[in-house]
């Protein structure tokens, strides 16, 4: 059995992109990682001198801390400063509930433990909280039913761990669509995302959603409510799928994954036969 994988946002959609799609200039992940470790052993020091925990508190935040740099390193190449929403939600109730397998009292604490490091970075190094990270982080009840639900998930029967799987999933996926955070699966033409992609529609996948992400933050600096937004990002998606792009060779991305998915069929039924 193995968990849905979700799109991975990677770089702003203006910058310069090599042929895999990842932009030439981003940041080396083992720097990040390394800058990351650095402000854990600050972080520590900060628990125990000016939060006044127990070393033992400490290490458990400080582990929780860590798993969300690594996340961030090595799925979206940025440090926790330059987080968004969607990657915190994302993080906070899925990914780290999937995969931390850690003890009961370091993952039930999870929601405490990034709201303190987030205000470590903010006293040691003047990062500013935005309000989307407190209000995602105050709701521990949510995390806490999310965590216990995919726990107890049947894990005996395959099918129906498979079917309370997708259930979970869907659930944050309507979550984040109501918070117009979730880019949509349709592509038109009766196409949608793939469950297994390829590497150029995985790539396209996550400059989508990067830029999906860029354009709801400028529009509610704008102030636009989400009715207003959603009608913006949406047009904003459908335009994007039809420019061509000289990385794909003047191709535009829908028809890039269209003839992934025919290419795809093909292979298959080369198979069966």
């Known amino acids: 059995m193995s968990d849905e994988i979700i799109w991975n946002s990677y770089s702003p959609e203006d910058e310069e992109f090599d042929i895999v799609g990842r932009s030439k200039g981003e940041p080396d992940i083992q720097a990040l990682l390394d800058r990351g470790y650095e402000q854990l052993d600050g972080f520590v020091a900060w628990l125990e001198t000016s939060v006044g925990v127990d070393s033992r508190t400490a290490q458990q935040d400080c582990f929780n801390a860590e798993a969300l740099i690594d996340f961030l390193a090595n799925q979206h190449r940025k440090d926790a400063s330059q ?134 933050e400028e529009g509610l600096k704008d102030g636009m409510d989400f009715d207003v937004l959603r009608h913006v990002l949406l047009r904003w998606y459908n335009d994007w799928l039809d420019m061509p792009q000289p990385r794909l060779d003047g191709y535009s991305p829908r028809e890039v994954i269209h003839e992934e998915h025919g290419d795809r069929e093909e292979g298959e039924q080369g198979m069966e036969e």
């Not at 995390?143 to 799987?165: A, N, P």
């Not at 944050?172 to 793939?194: A, H, I, K, Q």
């Open 83 to 216: 987080i968004n929403e969607f990657e915190l939600r994302w993080f906070v109730f899925s990914h780290y509930i999937r995969k931390a397998n850690a003890d009961v009292a370091i993952e039930e604490r999870l929601p405490v433990s990034l709201g303190r490091f987030f205000h470590y970075l903010e006293a040691k190094y003047g990062y500013q909280v935005p309000i989307w990270v407190e209000s995602a982080l105050d709701d521990e009840e949510y995390y806490l039913k999310r965590r216990s639900v995919y726990l107890g998930l049947d894990g005996e029967d395959e099918r129906r761990w498979e079917e309370g799987f997708k259930e979970w999933c869907l659930e944050l996926e309507e979550d984040l669509d109501t918070r117009c955070l979730w880019l949509p699966r349709d592509l038109g033409d009766g196409m949608l995302w793939s469950d297994t992609m390829g590497w150029r529609e995985a790539t396209l996948q996550e400059e989508a959603n990067i830029g999906w992400q860029n354009k709801r």
